[in-house]
């Protein structure tokens, strides 16, 4: 019975060129140019504490999840203390841009973020100073379910939304996407 129902697709651009409206009538003596749009989507997970399986399997998600392999970050000086040797693996980045970073974030917004427990919404004030990123640390990545629950082992990411221009109207064009800001009482 279940498999009528069609899939439902997202279109993408227009979500976003319909936040990008949005933001252009509150404020309509700016230039077009200088409004604000995404430039890119890193993400970073740090594995240092794990053996090599488990940062393969955290590598592997992550390519699952983004469809791009992830970039391997080696530790460039031995710390005898935090037990790392020169060359090994401490964490993961994955750079998304273009269309890919537009889906990433309309999934995170949609599906991801409102399967955390207990969520209240994520903070409005986790800009930069110039309000050209925001970044967002996610304790478990069990919340994706585009990948599944068959990864051996639970992991946080952090999440930094690059903005091509650095304007106070950042916020607000994440607010016409529906990002899920906490409420202030």
Known sequence: MASNIPPVKL????????????VAKTSP???????PSVDSVVINVGVGKNDNKQKQDIADYLQKLTA???KKVSSKVSIASFKV??????????????????????QLIYIA?????????VKATAFDKDFSTYSL?????AIF????FDTSINFGMQMNIKFKHKTPLNPSYLTALSFPYKKVA
């Open 11 to 22: 279109d993408t651009q227009a979500l976003f060129d319909t936040a990008f409206n949005t």
């Open 29 to 35: 003596k700016i230039n077009k140019f200088s409004l």
């Open 68 to 70: 791009q392999v992830p």
């Open 85 to 106: 040797r020169k060359g090994d693996t401490v964490g993961l980045v994955v750079s998304l841009r273009g269309q890919r970073a537009r889906d990433f974030l309309l």
């Open 113 to 121: 973020l409102p399967r955390t427990r207990d969520f209240k919404g």
């Open 137 to 141: 640390g996610i304790d478990s990545s």
């Open 145 to 148: 379910p585009a990948v599944g």
